[in-house]
């Protein structure tokens, strides 16, 4: 948390809350601009970048050691201009030098230290430093001597580095275009995909494990074109531990971060907006395969939690809560056995204490030293029919929800973690699409209308020339959209009118779609860049299709289009989207379960395609019965469209996919047109016919 005590630096000025944290600082930091390169050409200094973001718990660390500290911030002033960049407000800055970073160390992460050149190239690069050396990692006391001696020194070399590791870096970003895709990329995902699951616990890897929800989607839509049964209990299994364990927040609801351990027991605390958007999205759709009930349950928790906590009164979604309260990580979530017994009688918890595994000693582990803290983190080993018939309690889940509405109002009266309160539009973009899903699925209206509201708002939020932004804080939208932007907004609205039918949607995600291509597509090797072609200058300006903590802006655009071009007809979509993909099919190839969103283009394109139009009211009960039907079922590949039956907003859907021009109502009734892999049926008026022809 920001130290209000001093004479504030440059920060002050900022609406970002994590250079807020530093506006107090004796750091003379700088945001990102020319005053800073300017300061450093004229004094002849290298630039000390540091990259964070507010909700990092070794951003926080590395602050109050070294950049709270007069001896370090003294050194710094003298040695540096210090500029301080939340990797959340500007991705495209962060995307750039967190790609020089695992270039040059093999890692990366945050807080991110770069060391540079005053025209920006890099030549030194870490992550989180100590403020002394210890432990075989260099500290800042050291590292600043050090470069201060070679930048006085060796100047000239240093200058030679920072311009090879340019060359590098724009050398491994322009890949150039490669072959189609086929279904043996997909294969090849899948055994990737079985080689690194744990069996044991689920998930990929052993620790720390991140949910990584796009990997389920991919698997869920193998499954559904395959009928591999590997693919679907990978998805199971790993749902299923993840809703048990520690990563996910029992009392409050919603998921943290990603688990410091192989049990999803012990997480990072962080709750970040993208994680419960794809995580919404994940048990939807493992609901709608399975139709088991906790899946179910999960989606309407998390939806819970983010109403409850991440809604802005705007109608937008916040970016995140805190790992820390009160200086510790964790410790708004743990509890004591002791606190415990205050508030529940001895019945009560009892229950609690077999359920979620607390104990006197506690269960809660240091992440460095294994050592038990004598407090709890909730979780469960088995499930709660197991415990209903242990326990000999038919009615266990009525009485957890009583044993969790207490401590969760106990739990309250903590200091709470920081909320990030900067509105993100891709992160909303991702949720708008969850909320979207999840409302055609279950049929909550409160879903819909929280979808529609954020989108309003966005939307609302356009410049003159109906350019969407990145960011808005207490009043005011900063910096241009990237690319995830436009295509998490994209999708979020192609799913909003899909749950809704209202055309204005569907216009508007075809006219965001121009502009992506307008600002960033590479029209000589595909793909699109990350940054607008009006952006400032940076480094270099890259292209990304890894699917990291969330799919990358590439890979959502290649469903996007290909969503598009189905709904609309118009194939020139479908040839951009496979565009996309052979401009990066060299690095797929290599390791095809890191583009597992991609991928989910890939069987989009390849799988059993569906298109559906609907020619009716949309506020008819025969109409909704009808799309319930296609709603209760998995068909990833469909698209929907709606013809109403008021001339002039036919004419408007005309307008939008000429095909449609024919399609008319027959017998008065509201009438569906279904095509299967490239072949029409007949239309129908009858819900047993629809339902036949999805199956």
Same mark, same amino acid.
Request: contains cysteine; charged residues 30%; proline residues 3%.
């Given at each position: 948390?920001?130290?209000?005590?001093?004479?504030?630096?440059?920060?002050?000025?900022?609406?970002?809350?994590?250079?807020?944290?530093?506006?107090?600082?004796?750091?003379?930091?700088?945001?990102?601009?020319?005053?800073? &390169?300017?300061?450093?050409?004229?004094?002849?200094?290298?630039? @000390?970048?540091?990259?964070?973001?507010?909700?990092?718990?070794?951003?926080?660390?590395?602050?109050?050691?070294?950049?709270?500290?007069?001896?370090?911030?003294?050194?710094?002033?003298?040695?540096?201009?210090?500029?301080?960049?939340?990797?959340?407000? +500007?991705?495209?800055?962060?995307?750039?030098?967190?790609?020089?970073?695992?270039?040059?160390?093999?890692?990366?992460?945050? %807080?991110?230290?770069?060391?540079?050149?005053?025209?920006?190239?890099?030549?030194?690069?870490?992550?989180?430093?100590?403020?002394?050396?210890?432990?075989?990692?260099?500290?800042?006391?050291?590292?600043?001597?050090?470069?201060?001696?070679?930048?006085?020194?060796?100047?000239?070399?240093?200058?030679?580095?920072?311009?090879?590791?340019?060359?590098?870096?724009?050398?491994?970003?322009?890949?150039?275009?490669?072959?189609?895709?086929?279904?043996?990329?997909?294969?090849?995902?899948?055994?990737?995909?079985?080689? #690194?699951?744990?069996?044991?616990?689920?998930?990929?890897?052993?620790?720390?494990?991140?949910?990584?929800?796009?990997?389920?989607?991919?698997?869920?839509?193998?499954?559904?074109?395959?009928?591999?049964?590997?693919?679907?209990?990978?998805?199971?299994?790993? !749902?299923?531990?993840?809703?048990?364990?520690?990563? &996910? *927040?029992?009392?409050?609801?919603?998921?943290?971060?990603? #688990?410091?351990?192989? &049990?999803?027991?012990?997480?990072?605390?962080?709750?970040?907006?993208?994680?419960?958007?794809?995580?919404?999205?994940?048990?939807?759709?493992?609901?709608?395969?399975?139709?088991?009930?906790?899946?179910?349950?999960?989606?309407?928790?998390?939806?819970?939690?983010?109403?409850?906590?991440?809604?802005?009164?705007?109608?937008?979604?916040?970016?995140?809560?805190?790992?820390?309260?009160?200086?510790?990580?964790?410790?708004?979530?743990?509890?004591?056995?002791?606190?415990?017994?205050?508030? !529940?009688?001895?019945?009560?918890?009892?229950?609690?204490?077999?359920?979620?595994?607390?104990?006197?000693?506690?269960?809660?582990?240091?992440?460095?030293?294994?050592? +038990?803290?004598?407090?709890?983190?909730?979780?469960?080993?088995?499930?709660?029919?197991?415990?209903?018939?242990?326990?000999?309690?038919?009615?266990?889940?009525?009485?957890?929800?009583?044993?969790?509405?207490?401590? @969760?109002?106990?739990?309250?009266?903590?200091?709470? %973690?920081?909320?990030?309160?900067?509105?993100?539009?891709?992160?909303?973009?991702?949720?708008?699409?969850?909320?979207?899903?999840?409302?055609?699925?279950?049929?909550?209206?409160?879903?819909? $209308?929280?979808?529609?509201?954020?989108?309003?708002?966005?939307?609302?939020?356009?410049?003159?020339?109906?350019?969407?932004?990145?960011?808005?804080?207490?009043?005011?939208?900063?910096?241009?959209?990237?690319?995830?932007?436009?295509? @998490?907004?994209?999708?979020?609205?192609?799913?909003?009118?899909?749950?809704?039918?209202?055309?204005?949607? !569907?216009?508007?995600?075809?006219?965001?779609?121009?502009?992506?291509?307008?600002?960033?597509?590479?029209?000589?090797?595909?793909? &699109?860049?990350?940054? %607008?072609?009006?952006?400032?200058?940076?480094?270099?300006?890259?292209?990304?299709?890894?699917?990291?903590?969330? %799919?990358?802006?590439?890979?959502?655009?290649?469903? /996007?289009?290909?969503?598009?071009?189905?709904?609309?007809?118009?194939?020139?979509?479908?040839?951009?989207?496979?565009?996309?993909?052979?401009?990066?099919?060299?690095?797929?190839?290599?390791?095809?379960?890191?583009?597992?969103?991609?991928?989910?283009?890939?069987?989009?394109?390849?799988?059993?395609?569906?298109?559906?139009?609907?020619?009716?009211?949309?506020?008819?009960?025969?109409?909704?019965?009808?799309?319930?039907?296609?709603?209760?079922?998995?068909?990833?590949?469909?698209?929907?469209? !709606?013809?109403?039956? *008021?001339?002039?907003?036919? $004419?408007?859907?005309?307008?939008?996919?000429?095909?449609?021009?024919?399609?008319?109502?027959? /017998?008065?009734?509201?009438?569906?047109?279904?095509?299967?892999?490239?072949?029409?049926? /007949?239309?129908?008026?009858?819900?047993?016919?629809?339902?036949?022809?999805?199956?």
């Amino acid at each position: 948390m920001m130290d209000r005590v001093g004479i504030p630096n440059k920060l002050i000025k900022e609406k970002s809350p994590y250079l807020l944290q530093h506006a107090y600082n004796p750091v003379d930091w700088y945001p990102w601009g020319d005053d800073a &390169f300017q300061k450093a050409k004229i004094e002849d200094r290298p630039i @000390f970048l540091s990259i964070g973001y507010a909700t990092c718990h070794w951003c926080h660390v590395m602050a109050h050691e070294s950049f709270e500290d007069e001896k370090v911030a003294e050194l710094m002033n003298e040695t540096f201009v210090n500029i301080k960049v939340d990797r959340e407000e +500007r991705p495209d800055i962060d995307a750039i030098y967190m790609s020089v970073c695992q270039m040059m160390t093999g890692g990366g992460g945050w %807080p991110l230290t770069i060391i540079m050149t005053p025209d920006k190239k890099p030549f030194y690069a870490a992550t989180y430093i100590p403020k002394e050396s210890k432990f075989g990692r260099m500290g800042l006391l050291d590292l600043i001597a050090i470069i201060k001696d070679k930048w006085e020194k060796e100047k000239t070399k240093i200058i030679k580095s920072a311009d090879d590791i340019t060359e590098s870096i724009k050398t491994f970003s322009n890949e150039g275009p490669g072959e189609d895709f086929n279904k043996e990329i997909s294969d090849s995902a899948l055994n990737q995909f079985i080689s #690194s699951f744990d069996e044991k616990y689920g998930g990929f890897g052993r620790a720390p494990k991140f949910p990584s929800p796009h990997n389920f989607l991919f698997l869920l839509r193998y499954y559904n074109r395959t009928k591999n049964k590997q693919a679907l209990d990978m998805v199971r299994k790993s !749902l299923d531990e993840m809703l048990l364990g520690g990563i &996910f *927040d029992h009392i409050g609801y919603g998921f943290h971060r990603y #688990s410091t351990d192989r &049990f999803w027991r012990l997480p990072h605390f962080e709750k970040m907006l993208y994680d419960q958007a794809m995580l919404i999205m994940a048990y939807t759709e493992g609901y709608l395969v399975t139709k088991k009930d906790d899946y179910k349950y999960t989606v309407e928790k998390i939806i819970d939690y983010i109403l409850r906590v991440m809604k802005s009164k705007e109608g937008g979604f916040f970016s995140a809560e805190d790992a820390d309260s009160e200086g510790e990580e964790g410790k708004f979530y743990v509890w004591s056995i002791k606190e415990i017994r205050e508030v !529940l009688n001895k019945e009560e918890s009892d229950i609690i204490e077999k359920v979620y595994n607390l104990s006197e000693e506690g269960n809660f582990e240091d992440e460095a030293t294994g050592r +038990r803290l004598g407090v709890n983190i909730f979780y469960q080993n088995q499930t709660l029919d197991k415990l209903r018939e242990e326990l000999q309690l038919e009615d266990i889940e009525k009485r957890l929800e009583k044993i969790r509405e207490k401590l @969760f109002n106990e739990r309250e009266k903590r200091e709470k %973690p920081l909320l990030d309160d900067k509105i993100l539009v891709d992160w909303n973009g991702l949720m708008i699409a969850a909320l979207s899903k999840a409302y055609m699925v279950l049929g909550n209206e409160k879903y819909i $209308q929280a979808a529609t509201d954020a989108t309003e708002f966005i939307l609302g939020g356009l410049d003159k020339n109906k350019r969407l932004f990145h960011m808005y804080r207490e009043g005011q939208w900063k910096v241009y959209g990237n690319l995830d932007d436009y295509a @998490f907004m994209i999708w979020g609205i192609i799913e909003l009118y899909e749950a809704t039918f209202e055309i204005r949607y !569907l216009e508007t995600a075809l006219k965001l779609s121009e502009d992506a291509f307008k600002y960033f597509a590479d029209y000589d090797r595909g793909g &699109f860049y990350f940054t %607008p072609n009006d952006n400032e200058e940076l480094l270099i300006r890259n292209k990304e299709i890894y699917d990291g903590a969330i %799919p990358s802006g590439n890979s959502v655009m290649m469903l /996007n289009l290909l969503r598009l071009a189905r709904i609309t007809g118009r194939t020139e979509l479908e040839d951009s989207a496979f565009g996309i993909y052979r401009a990066f099919s060299k690095s797929i190839k290599s390791m095809p379960m890191g583009y597992s969103f991609l991928l989910c283009g890939v069987e989009f394109a390849i799988g059993e395609g569906l298109e559906i139009v609907i020619v009716g009211d949309k506020s008819a009960n025969e109409t909704k019965n009808i799309v319930k039907i296609i709603n209760e079922k998995f068909l990833p590949n469909k698209v929907m469209l !709606l013809k109403p039956i *008021d001339e002039k907003e036919a $004419q408007r859907v005309h307008n939008l996919a000429e095909y449609t021009l024919n399609q008319n109502l027959i /017998n008065d009734k509201t009438t569906v047109y279904i095509c299967k892999n490239f072949v029409c049926n /007949n239309p129908t008026n009858k819900p047993e016919e629809v339902k036949r022809l999805i199956n």
